[in-house]
């Protein structure tokens, strides 16, 4: 018998808030362990959560962005549950009454286009860290994560192939960095994916038993991870047994799934409005605010770039592969570099180096106005575009402005016309044979010259000038 897949997916995205989402604590990543902690991210008696308001204008932003209907009144409540990382034993989350409601994705996939709809976008706290030291017994525990803003965006059970899912993912993950809701860096849990699977055999409409996978932080892993549990399930169906409704863990080092407790229903978590928090009003004036401050998505960037910049679709491509790239280009530009000339120093030199060395743009020491100057160089002849890339070399491990390095290491472009004419005429002298060879037709050898008075020049020598005089030379 064959058997349909119906999933439906949950995605946790970190809001990029610089304050957690009830206090001022920093949820900047990578501190020491339990340095951003304040009575109110740990529920001590007493304490009055405050809702951050940019967290409530992130998660609009990605409603209006998806069709979603920003609801006028939305609240949270306390979900109650036991779990060690959760000091408090409750975590506080919209449930009831969420921020949106609908929403939609449209995917073009390998088989025609769909649309994947969502049910909700609500906001809520994360929990805290349970770390694991290899070798050592003991669970140790870090609450800097408490409190950080989350918005889980949940879709309906539209998906049949992980296909739609990988393609799913990455779309949301390209609108979420470029929207500026959430920086979407992966490594450090800012998206996180549950799944809910089951199978139903063909031609019926009846849903089956669906299970869950938590916390998957790698689109990769989540396709095999779902493949797994859809063959898990038809191995059990197939073989007259029962799906059982429960919540999995997939070890990403072993590639497989384990049971991890049995799968919760909402009254499990004795769910009740929070009573420190008012509700969530919003306005059509807040809605419009919200919506007039949009960001360019990278579908239009991408446009924008080839209509006005005049560059080919791959290099807009490419040069919008997240914000910060594309925003490195346009300030090189506004700082007088040629369009294309500057696509392809970026594509060319400046990704190289970031790749080669995983150093974030930010810290890269070539501003745009630097490689403007270094192009402008090249441009004006000052230096020839083979001693602009050692001048680059310069530039990225100093921060030097090329004109800087230029002078000092005396990398002016040799131009003078009879100075090259008497290096060429000393190379093609001491040369006999080349010159038989080229005078016989083998006009290759043209090369051998030019490189010869390069070389003789320690690279400064015009090459076109260079080129030009040899010809006239031998003809």
Same mark, same amino acid.
């Given at each position: ?35 951003? &902690? ?100 003991? &669970? ?19 998906? +049949? ?12 993950? +390209? ?50 991870? %779902?493949?797994? +549990? ?28 384990? /049971? ?133 070399? +310069? ?18 472009? %040799?131009?003078?016309?009879? /100075? ?56």
């Amino acid at each position: 018998m064959r058997y349909v897949p119906t999933i439906g997916l949950e995605i946790h995205s970190q809001l990029a808030t610089k304050t957690k989402i009830f206090c001022g604590c920093s949820t900047e990543f990578g501190s020491e362990p339990n340095t951003h &902690s304040c009575p109110v991210c740990l529920g001590m008696p007493g304490v009055l959560p405050v809702l951050n308001r940019q967290a409530i204008e992130l998660a609009m932003r990605m409603g209006l962005l998806t069709g979603g209907n920003i609801q006028r009144m939305s609240y949270f409540a306390r979900k109650n549950y036991f779990y060690p990382d959760l000091p408090k034993g409750y975590q506080i989350s919209m449930f009831e009454l969420p921020l949106i409601r609908g929403g939609h994705l449209d995917l073009r996939t390998s088989t025609g286009e769909k649309t994947i709809r969502f049910n909700r976008i609500h906001l809520e706290e994360d929990a805290g860290k349970l770390i694991h030291i290899e070798g050592d017994t003991k &669970s140790y525990f870090d609450v800097n994560r408490c409190g950080v803003p989350l918005i889980e965006i949940v879709t309906e059970p539209d998906f +049949e192939t992980t296909e739609e899912i990988t393609l799913f993912l990455n779309t949301l993950k +390209e609108m979420l960095i470029f929207s500026g809701v959430s920086l979407g860096n992966m490594e450090q849990g800012n998206i996180r994916v549950d799944a809910n699977i089951s199978i139903r055999p063909v031609g019926q409409k009846k849903l089956g038993t669906r299970t869950e996978i938590k916390n998957m932080n790698s689109f990769v892993n989540a396709a095999i991870a %779902i493949n797994a +549990e859809i063959e898990r399930q038809t191995d059990i169906v197939e073989q007259g047994g029962s799906i059982v409704q429960e919540t999995l863990l997939f070890d990403a080092a072993h590639k497989t799934l384990a /049971a991890m407790r049995s799968k919760e229903e909402a009254h499990d978590y004795r769910y009740f409005p929070e009573p420190d928090l008012v509700p969530v009003f919003v306005d059509d004036e807040w809605i419009g605010r919200v919506r007039s401050e949009l960001p360019e998505m990278r579908d239009q960037m991408r446009r924008r770039f080839e209509t006005v910049y005049q560059i080919p679709a791959y290099d807009a491509e490419i040069l919008t592969t997240s914000p910060e790239i594309a925003c490195y280009y346009e300030e090189t530009i506004k700082a007088g570099a040629d369009p294309k000339k500057a696509s392809n120093w970026i594509m060319g030199e400046v990704l190289r180096v970031l790749n080669e060395t995983q150093l974030p743009l930010g810290e890269f020491k070539i501003k745009p106005p630097m490689l403007a100057g270094l192009l402008s160089m090249v441009e004006k002849g000052t230096i020839s575009g083979s001693m602009a890339k050692t001048v680059f070399d +310069e530039m990225r491990a100093t921060g030097k402005d090329p004109k800087a390095i230029v002078g000092e290491q005396g990398l002016t472009q %040799i131009s003078d016309k009879d /100075a090259l004419e008497k290096i060429a005429r000393e190379v093609i002298s001491s040369s006999p044979d080349e010159v038989a060879k080229y005078k016989a037709g083998k006009t290759q050898v043209l090369g051998f010259f030019v490189g010869q008075v390069m070389k003789a020049t320690g690279g400064k020598a015009n090459p076109g000038e260079v080129n030009a005089i040899i010809r006239e030379i031998l003809s």
